[in-house]
């Protein structure tokens, strides 16, 4: 099966169903995944969401007075398998349209999860040649020249980008965006670590959980208000437990 451990967050109004899917989940499947965590509505979930790392949200359509589909809302790019679960079969194509990884009727049983995880499995290893390709393309990439470019995926396809003209990277929900130095940006199609993976460490430092900057361009430090100036006159903040990490590189360098 999947060598990367799956993270999964359970999106349902009923405790019930959220214990039974997750016991049923950690039965059958517990080898392969990591996090399993819950949530009963909307706001709960999108905050989940844009903190952690998910592999698989399974998401009940009907979270009383709202909808699952308000959880979608708020992530137009999504780094995670949506799969929808209901007790409805009329949801099955709007689902669909919602481009959902699955859609599973309940009562879930072990058969409907395998299908779900088999599924996972081949779309991860699709995924996985593509990021290597990828870091193949960047690890060719000779850092020491500044005119050296990186290929940033977007929904539209890709855009490559000098590294030098990066000035620093910033979560946005499930994506993130680059900044450049003309102050334009890039929506990437991807979270910021993958950003963190493929950008050369001795240049680009993750100063917060949603932030990442080009240390050629940090100008100052406030460690009154913890907080990076660049040299466009932009503050980053810089979280604690990486404060001993930033001043060891920036003196280094």
């Known amino acids: 099966m999947i060598n990367k451990a799956i993270n999964i967050l359970i999106v349902d109004d009923e405790q019930n169903a959220r ?14 995944c990591g996090h399993i965590e819950t949530a009963s509505d909307v706001e ?14 399974f998401l009940d359509i009907h979270l009383g007075k709202e909808s699952g ?24 194509l709007k689902a669909i349209k919602e481009s959902a990884f699955d ?14 995880f088999k599924k996972l499995e081949q779309s991860r290893l699709k995924t996985s040649l593509l990021d290597k390709l990828n870091s193949l393309n960047t690890k060719l990439i000779p850092f020491n020249d500044n005119y050296a470019k990186i290929a940033f995926p977007t929904k539209d396809g890709m855009t490559l980008v000098a590294l030098s003209d990066i000035v620093y990277c910033v979560a946005s929900g499930s994506y993130s965006m680059a900044i450049l130095s003309n102050n334009s940006k890039i929506t990437l199609s991807r979270p910021l670590k993958y950003l963190e993976d493929v950008l050369p460490q001795q240049l680009f430092f ?13 100008e100052s430090y406030n460690d009154t208000d913890k907080q990076i100036i ?5 503050e980053i903040p810089l979280s604690i437990r990486r404060k001993e990490a930033f001043i060891h590189v920036v003196t280094r360098r």
């Open 230 to 234: 660049l040299n466009q006159g932009v």
């Open 44 to 57: 709960t979930a999108t905050k989940a969401l844009i903190e952690k790392d998910y592999s698989i949200l």
């Open 19 to 32: 214990e039974f899917l997750q016991k049923l989940i950690k039965r059958h499947f517990s080898l392969i």
């Open 103 to 116: 859609y599973l009727l309940k009562p879930i049983n072990y058969i409907d999860l395998l299908s779900v």
């Open 69 to 92: 589909f308000d959880v979608l809302k708020q992530f137009a790019n999504r780094n995670f398998a949506v799969v929808f679960t209901t007790a409805y079969q009329e949801y099955a």
């Open 206 to 218: 993750r100063c917060h959980k949603s932030y990442f900057v080009n240390l050629n361009y940090v």
